[in-house]
């Protein structure tokens, strides 16, 4: 059983990326789209994939999985009761 691995922010940020371009099948290095990584919240990014806007959560932990919603997926966490452990 291995150990998860603390990851910071470049190497959070990379693995997330590469987790968005083999969700959306991006392989050549020119499509890849450009992630703005929220200056406040560092591993929460935002993204335009097809036209449509995307925020991708970048795990602190190694052994997590990065994860991509879309906006009304977003505005739907943040109303939900999970809203009180983030605060």
Same mark, same amino acid.
């Given at each position: 059983m291995?150990? #998860?691995i603390a990851?910071?922010?470049?190497t #959070?940020h990379? $693995? #997330?990326v590469q987790?968005?371009?083999?969700?959306f099948?991006?392989h050549?290095a020119h499509d +890849? !789209?450009?992630?703005t990584?929220? !200056?406040k919240?560092?591993?929460?990014?935002h993204?335009? +994939? *097809?036209?449509?806007?995307?925020v991708?959560?970048?795990p $602190?932990l190694?052994? $997590?999985? !990065? +994860?991509v919603l879309?906006? *009304?997926?977003?505005?739907?966490?943040? $109303?939900s009761?999970?809203?009180?452990?983030i605060?």
């Amino acid at each position: 059983m291995s150990m #998860a691995i603390a990851l910071d922010d470049q190497t #959070a940020h990379e $693995r #997330a990326v590469q987790h968005l371009q083999d969700s959306f099948d991006i392989h050549d290095a020119h499509d +890849v !789209p450009t992630v703005t990584w929220d !200056p406040k919240h560092h591993l929460q990014g935002h993204v335009e +994939v *097809d036209g449509r806007h995307l925020v991708l959560i970048a795990p $602190r932990l190694s052994d $997590r999985t !990065p +994860v991509v919603l879309t906006d *009304d997926d977003w505005d739907a966490f943040h $109303r939900s009761q999970c809203r009180s452990v983030i605060d």
